[in-house]
């Protein structure tokens, strides 16, 4: 490894041959990055935890080139504010609502809850292992075998970086017409265009932008606020919801099924009504990849995943109740002119359009919120696997800001391509929910493929016990050679159990998440995600195919 100059990282093919080394002038990023200035400031516990996590870094076979700011709190709230469970329910209940109806969408968010803890519990134990920005792609090509590794990690790396991608656009679009409803309940005269919702969408990945750049060494301070509020927002909400609705019967609430898309069998309605809640519990892996900008990575990643689907589904599932309890006229609701039937319903709950634009505006301020911790994480994914030489132009986006230790370019980046996303928007906003499927669509075949190498690996009993007696000079967990537990391991057989529910779950979630609402749609209802991710799969399998597979060979090496 040369350091006059230039980082050399090293690569190596499936034969275990050295490929050709390629070099990332980063001396000025290396030179004034702070690290090192970090632990010189902190408390001793601080200090010796950063060693820590560079020694756990430099056996993964990278160096560290981030800042370490964020802790458990901070991280808790990042992931919450991603993941917006209780948010999305609010937003998308009648989704689950019309294939499922108020029965359905309580058991089906039940088990979907169940299988998100035991998929991201195991992410847990996979982060512990190898608390790396890359996450899914890096665990992909330690656990899979020899012969198949090298594509495989490419593959879950494009999937990975798609997914993002998309989330972090559908979430700016989604902050947009939260504006513009709010708008419409304050002046119904006002009839949102397009063209308005696309720049709205950029002005709100603009803000985003400014958080993760100008004012970035505060973010883990704002994530701390978005945690707060984002406990007192759903407060703020249920209490008088709850307090000046009129109630539905409890028998209405949880034994009415409801089949609005039309399916054979109810028991199909209500499996596809599954997806919207799947949406609404996407996002804890968030925290994976800002693994390199965490505190005791290997045991608060795993921590914050595991209780940001705790925290957010107990109340995504209280705030689900106190709706269905209080939903008056359905039907005026599916009819709202603000495009939300949410807003409809808290104005006929409480029976003020001001209250309902209090509301409604509490619900918009924790959604854009959560587009700067989405943004922050969509781009560390993508500097990760240009880092190891997954994406064109990887040598650019690999780049680390000098001062700020932001992976600058990665960021300007994912900026510009949901600012290319939100010009759908003016051709068609249906065309662009579609975008939101292929969050699904991305994330949950990256999640699955990763859990199921794991539990094909514990089920062989190849991986060894977790020891602190290893150098920094030892690499594991890098090769399926040298696979090692984490700090964090569920303990047998509960450990091999709930990963195989996950495994389970995700197999399901993702199969439907192809599907559309109803049973026979049209070309404006119909799910087109299954097009749009086969067109960036097949250019990534091109992109592999000419040029990729000469220069990626799995995670770079950047250790002797």
């Known amino acids: 490894m040369e350091m006059n100059g230039a980082l050399e990282m090293k690569a190596f093919k499936a034969n275990g041959e050295q490929a050709p080394p390629a070099k990332l002038d980063i001396t000025e990023s290396m030179e004034n990055t702070s690290v090192e200035p970090s632990v010189e400031h902190a408390s001793n516990r601080t200090r010796r935890l950063i060693e820590h996590d560079n020694n756990v870094l430099a056996r993964l076979g990278k160096k560290p080139v981030l800042k370490r700011n964020f802790a458990f709190m901070s991280m808790l709230g990042f992931s919450c504010a991603i993941m917006n469970t209780w948010e999305g329910e609010l937003l998308l209940f009648y989704q689950s609502y019309e294939n499922g109806g108020s029965a359905g969408s309580i058991y089906g968010f039940l088990i979907v809850w169940v299988g998100t803890l035991c998929a991201f519990i195991t992410m847990g134990e996979l982060a512990s292992m190898a608390p790396t920005s890359g996450g899914q792609y890096h665990w992909v090509y330690m656990l899979a075998p020899l012969s198949s590794r090298r594509f495989l990690s490419y593959f879950i790396g494009w999937l990975t970086v798609v997914g993002w991608q998309a989330a972090t656009a559908s979430l700016g679009y989604l902050s947009a017409t939260l504006i513009q409803g709010l708008a419409v309940l304050g002046n119904p005269a006002y009839q949102p265009l397009p063209w308005q919702t696309t720049l709205l969408m950029w002005a709100v990945i603009a803000f985003a932008v400014i958080f993760n750049t100008v004012i970035s060494s505060a973010l883990p301070k704002v994530e701390g606020a978005i945690l707060v509020l984002h406990i007192l927002g759903f407060f703020a909400i249920l209490v008088p919801l709850v307090y000046l609705s009129p109630h539905q019967s409890r ?17 199909l309605s209500f499996l596809i009504g599954l997806i919207a809640t799947v949406f609404n519990f996407l996002g804890a892996d968030g ?274």
Request: aromatic share 12%; hydrophobic share 50%.
């Open 251 to 267: 028998e209405t609430v949880f034994t009415v099924f409801y089949n609005g898309g039309g399916w054979p069998t109810q028991g």
């Open 287 to 560: 925290a994976v990849h800002m693994s390199e900008e965490i505190q005791n990575a290997a045991v608060i990643v795993p921590r914050a995943m595991v209780f940001t689907v705790i925290l957010n589904g107990a109340l995504g599932l209280g705030i689900l109740i106190a709706v269905l309890f209080c939903v008056g006229d359905i039907e005026a609701a599916l009819a709202s002119p603000t495009g939300f039937p949410i807003m409809t319903i808290f104005e006929q709950g409480v029976r003020s359009v001001k209250g309902a634009q209090t509301m409604s505006a509490i619900l918009t301020i924790s959604i854009l919120c959560g587009t700067i911790s989405i943004l922050a994480s969509a781009s560390r994914m993508t500097w990760s696997f240009a880092r190891d030489r997954g994406l064109p132009g990887w040598f650019y986006l690999s780049k680390v800001h000098a001062k700020s230790s932001i992976p600058v370019i990665s960021v300007g980046v994912t900026t510009l391509i949901s600012c290319l996303l939100g010009l759908i928007i003016i051709g068609s906003s249906v065309a662009f929910n579609d975008v939101v499927s292929v969050t699904i669509n991305g994330l949950y075949g990256s999640y699955l493929v990763g859990n199921s190498l794991l539990l094909w690996r514990r089920v062989k009993g190849q991986i060894r016990p977790y020891s602190e007696s290893y150098t920094g000079t030892d690499l594991i967990n890098v090769s399926y050679q040298k696979l090692t537990w984490g700090q964090l391991r569920v303990p047998e057989p509960f450990g091999t159990i709930i990963n195989g529910v996950g495994c389970a779950y995700l197999v399901v979630a993702l199969f439907f998440s192809f599907w559309p609402s109803v049973i026979n749609p049209t070309v404006q209802t119909v799910n087109w995600s299954s097009l749009i991710v086969s067109v960036a799969l097949i250019w990534s399998i091109v992109y592999y195919i000419f040029w990729a597979r000469k220069i990626y060979f799995g995670p770079v090496i950047q250790t002797n």
